[in-house]
Nanobody, 136 residues
Framework: QVQLVESGGESVQAGGSLRLSCTTT????????LGWFRQAPGKEREGVAI???????GYADSVKGRFTISRDNAKNTLYLEIKSLTPEDTGMYYC??????????????????????????????WGQGTLVIVSA
């Protein structure tokens, strides 16, 4: 059974930074692609970042440049660092796992193609979420 435990969510002021963590077992960490999704109040859940077992990453356009996803092999932990927080970043942040080999979803713009997070239906397991509240 895949277990994902998120932490790090809190109430912060706009302009601040946060680091979210998702800890799992060594078995899951080494065999699953891991990603972050978020759900803002009244909105559908959206993928924000993905990192596969080879540390290839992808980001949603809406967070590129402010969000950084990373994996810590020694701690079996996935991180999401968020800079320059805005009230629009408020929501529940979920860690999710897709068994490798995971699909690679790409988006192309102006002749350049880049990786983006997969749809939530591709994910095999979910954590309980950690709440981020950003006040203006």
């Amino acid at each position: 059974q895949v277990q994902l435990v998120e932490s790090g969510g809190e109430s912060v002021q706009a302009g601040g930074s946060l680091r979210l963590s998702c800890t799992t077992t060594e078995y899951t960490y080494n065999r699953y692609c891991l990603g972050w999704f978020r759900q803002a109040p009244g909105k559908e859940r959206e993928g924000v970042a993905i990192a596969d077992t080879s540390c290839s990453t992808g980001y949603a356009d809406s967070v590129k440049g402010r969000f950084t996803i990373s994996r810590d092999n020694a701690k079996n932990t996935l991180y999401l660092e968020i800079k320059s927080l805005t009230p629009e970043d408020t929501g529940m942040y979920y860690c999710a796992a897709e068994q490798a080999p995971c699909g690679i979803k790409t988006k192309c713009s102006g002749g350049h193609c880049y990786r983006v997070p997969p749809p939530e239906n591709d994910m095999d397991a979910w954590g309980q979420g950690t709440l981020v509240i950003v006040s203006a």
